[in-house]
């Protein structure tokens, strides 16, 4: 059907519009994509890292708001004062005071003697290791700055692919979970056993209380056993949480490592003659940073070693010789302590071990890698030459054996590199270190025979006691 020329000329804009809305998508340009704002990138993803204060979109929001709420936040000096104050009212006064007013009472419980003894022990380890937390984290703040350059947010993970940025991104929200998934059971467990032994065990009596106490208010009438459980509830909270928290941020630098030699293997696939510089400047970066985190931890490693060892091992001998009868609401303090003691430190050591055999792994990946290489250079070199065929068979030679079969002064390089790789490799496998001592499975082995003995022989004095 034909148009007459004042029909065309008459066509308005609309119908104009309208026909350019309706031709095909082929024939239309695309419509261009909408970016979105900087503000609405996840931060492992923004490649200016420029984002420093807790807003919405901010990965690290979650343990920002812990540590504001627990005052560990030691960005200004008022916050770093409320956070020393906070560390001293309740890791050390709050315990204090309530083991100085507790008073045993053999009309609510025949053993309520021991369930203060009990109580009074279980109260040093989770001090100790609260301590220990604290001034780890105190060091990281006063040395690193903060939560970005502890977990090389900062500029080390510019360098990485997005494989491992969003592999990070997902091991920060796990690593939060984890936090509270192992913090509120036991919280209520806590606070359970405590109602129990504040309102039907034992009798809360604070020495100075007529002195501290205004005269339109009598002793009697304050209710000191729900001043005391709300009191200790929330020191426990405060000490355990600051403890879990460096374990769980040491499990993060862990897995960022992992996630990084898992780069690596990728990085063995590529078959270019650059690979081997590559994968030793990547696996030299991954060193460097290790050496840094086991330089981070490994003090509060061993002295958390050592103050759940020692404690654990005292708390046994002090239930062993008691001759009272063993209860929830006499031993929970000491049933609770060490579930959470020994779920973060485990936690730490798997993360380090895994780290560790992660890196040795690597010596077995590059000889497989080497292997394969020359084994292609060597088909490579024993195929026939071009014949009127050969270029069907060609088609099915993989592009690793025409990328090595090449000029003989390439192959050689290329054989000489994967070869000091390998070697590379072999001679710096190790992982976390604590003092030079690689922390490994063999290490951990070693530990748990050494912890087995110190048990037996404080079972074999029980016995020669009683």
Same mark, same amino acid.
């Given at each position: 059907?034909?148009?007459?020329?004042? !029909?065309?000329? *008459?066509?308005?804009?609309?119908?104009?519009?309208?026909?350019?809305?309706?031709?095909?998508?082929?024939?239309?340009?695309?419509?261009?994509?909408?970016?979105? %704002?900087?503000?609405?990138?996840?931060?492992?993803?923004?490649?200016?890292?420029?984002?420093?204060?807790? #807003?919405?979109?901010?990965?690290?929001?979650?343990?920002?708001?812990?540590?504001?709420?627990?005052?560990?936040?030691?960005?200004?000096?008022?916050?770093?004062?409320?956070?020393? &104050?906070?560390?001293?009212?309740?890791?050390?006064?709050? %315990?204090? =005071?309530?083991?100085?007013?507790?008073? =045993?009472?053999?009309?609510?419980?025949?053993?309520?003697?021991?369930?203060?003894?009990?109580?009074? #022990?279980?109260?040093?380890?989770?001090?100790?290791?609260?301590?220990?937390?604290?001034?780890?984290?105190?060091?990281?703040?006063?040395?690193?700055?903060?939560?970005?350059?502890?977990?090389?947010?900062?500029?080390?993970?510019?360098?990485?692919?997005?494989?491992?940025?969003?592999?990070?991104?997902?091991?920060?929200?796990?690593?939060?979970?984890?936090?509270?998934?192992?913090?509120?059971?036991?919280?209520?467990?806590?606070?359970?056993?405590? =109602? #129990?032994?504040?309102?039907?065990?034992?009798?809360?009596?604070?020495?100075? $209380?007529?002195?501290?106490?205004?005269?339109?208010?009598?002793?009697?009438?304050?209710?000191?056993?729900?001043?005391?459980?709300?009191?200790?509830?929330?020191?426990?909270?405060?000490?355990?949480?600051?403890?879990?928290?460096?374990?769980?941020?040491?499990?993060?630098?862990?897995?960022?490592?992992?996630?990084?030699?898992?780069?690596?293997?990728?990085?063995?696939?590529? !078959?270019?003659?650059? &690979?081997?510089?590559?994968?030793? $400047?990547?696996?030299?970066?991954?060193?460097?940073?290790?050496?840094?985190?086991?330089?981070?931890?490994?003090?509060?490693?061993?002295?958390?070693?050592?103050?759940?060892?020692?404690?654990?091992?005292? $708390?046994?001998?002090?239930?062993?010789?008691?001759?009272?009868?063993?209860?929830?609401?006499?031993? *929970?303090?000491?049933?609770?302590?060490?579930?959470?003691?020994?779920?973060?430190?485990?936690?730490?050591?798997?993360?380090?071990?895994?780290?560790?055999?992660?890196?040795?792994?690597?010596?077995?990946?590059?000889?497989?890698?080497?292997?394969?290489?020359?084994?292609?250079?060597?088909?490579?070199?024993?195929?026939?030459?071009?014949?009127?065929?050969?270029?069907?068979?060609?088609?099915?030679?993989? *592009?690793?054996? &025409? $990328?090595?079969?090449? =000029?003989?002064?390439?192959?050689?390089?290329?054989?000489?590199?994967?070869?000091?790789?390998?070697?590379?490799?072999?001679?710096?496998?190790?992982?976390?270190?604590?003092?030079?001592?690689?922390?490994?499975?063999?290490?951990?082995?070693?530990?748990?025979?050494?912890?087995?003995?110190?048990?037996?022989?404080?079972?074999?004095?029980?016995?020669?006691?009683?």
């Amino acid at each position: 059907m034909e148009y007459s020329d004042e !029909e065309e000329q *008459g066509s308005s804009p609309a119908s104009a519009s309208e026909s350019e809305s309706e031709c095909p998508p082929l024939m239309a340009p695309p419509p261009p994509q909408p970016r979105a %704002p900087p503000s609405q990138r996840p931060l492992l993803l923004n490649p200016a890292y420029a984002r420093c204060k807790s #807003v919405i979109h901010d990965e690290l929001r979650s343990f920002r708001v812990f540590l504001q709420w627990c005052a560990l936040d030691h960005s200004t000096r008022a916050g770093r004062a409320a956070s020393y &104050a906070a560390f001293l009212a309740l890791a050390l006064l709050v %315990p204090a =005071a309530v083991s100085v007013s507790l008073r =045993a009472d053999a009309a609510l419980s025949p053993a309520s003697a021991s369930a203060i003894t009990f109580n009074r #022990v279980a109260q040093v380890p989770v001090t100790g290791l609260a301590a220990i937390s604290f001034a780890t984290l105190a060091v990281f703040f006063r040395r690193f700055g903060g939560l970005r350059q502890l977990l090389f947010l900062d500029g080390a993970l510019r360098d990485d692919t997005t494989y491992v940025r969003r592999g990070y991104a997902r091991e920060l929200d796990r690593a939060f979970r984890l936090l509270a998934a192992l913090l509120l059971p036991s919280l209520c467990v806590e606070a359970a056993h405590k =109602a #129990v032994f504040f309102f039907c065990t034992v009798r809360v009596d604070p020495p100075a $209380a007529p002195v501290v106490l205004p005269p339109l208010l009598p002793p009697w009438r304050v209710p000191w056993r729900a001043v005391a459980l709300v009191a200790t509830v929330a020191s426990w909270v405060y000490r355990t949480g600051v403890f879990l928290l460096v374990c769980v941020l040491f499990r993060l630098t862990c897995e960022l490592q992992i996630l990084r030699f898992e780069g690596i293997h990728h990085m063995f696939d590529v !078959e270019a003659r650059a &690979a081997a510089a590559e994968i030793f $400047a990547e696996h030299r970066r991954i060193r460097t940073q290790l050496l840094a985190t086991s330089h981070r931890y490994r003090v509060f490693i061993i002295c958390c070693l050592v103050t759940i060892t020692v404690s654990q091992l005292g $708390a046994l001998l002090v239930v062993l010789s008691s001759g009272d009868a063993k209860s929830f609401s006499n031993t *929970g303090d000491l049933l609770v302590g060490l579930a959470v003691q020994l779920s973060g430190f485990f936690m730490c050591l798997f993360g380090a071990a895994r780290i560790t055999h992660r890196a040795q792994r690597m010596v077995s990946i590059a000889s497989q890698w080497h292997m394969s290489m020359v084994a292609a250079m060597h088909h490579g070199k024993s195929s026939p030459d071009s014949t009127s065929a050969s270029d069907v068979d060609a088609s099915r030679v993989s *592009g690793s054996s &025409a $990328a090595v079969s090449q =000029a003989e002064p390439g192959g050689a390089f290329s054989y000489k590199s994967r070869q000091a790789l390998v070697t590379y490799l072999r001679h710096n496998g190790g992982g976390i270190t604590l003092f030079g001592f690689t922390l490994d499975r063999g290490l951990l082995h070693t530990i748990f025979v050494f912890e087995m003995t110190l048990v037996l022989w404080i079972l074999s004095k029980v016995v020669v006691l009683q």
